[in-house]
């Protein structure tokens, strides 16, 4: 089983950014699409963002498009979000995700390994 690492989450006030970080246990093969999902309490795990490893094609959800930023570091099998001009609904608990299958989906359920997640709190 894979397991990803985030990390980079914490308190900031609405109008400020963060930077969230994934580690891969190894290197992703080129087929795979690393994602973004956040969760609240109460509510489903929603998409946020992907990058398709290889080519590096982006896709964001309309809520956080021209604010969040997906990118990856091949090197060091990494992939980040970087968060700006972040609001109070942007709290959530934030996963990184690897899909395996080359769907280029934004469905929950076709990724198959997931961190254990990373909590952001904008405060207003």
């Known amino acids: 089983q894979v397991q990803l690492v985030e990390s980079g989450g914490g308190l900031v006030q609405a109008g400020g950014s963060l930077r969230l970080s994934c580690a891969a246990p190894?290197?992703?093969?080129?087929?795979?699409?690393l994602g973004w999902f956040r969760q609240a309490p109460g509510k489903e795990r929603e998409f946020v963002a992907k990058i398709y490893w290889y080519v590096g094609n982006t896709d964001y959800a309309d809520t956080v498009k021209g604010r969040f930023t997906i990118s990856r570091d091949n090197a060091k099998n990494m992939v980040y979000l970087q968060m700006n001009s972040l609001k109070p609904d942007d709290t959530d608990v934030y996963y990184c995700?690897?899909?395996?299958?080359?769907?280029?989906?934004?469905?929950?359920?076709?990724?198959?390994?997931w961190g254990q997640g990373t909590q952001v709190f904008v405060s207003s």
């Open positions: 995700a690897a899909d395996t299958g080359g769907r280029l989906s934004r469905t929950v359920r076709d990724y198959e390994y």
């Open positions: 190894g290197r992703p093969v080129n087929s795979y699409t």
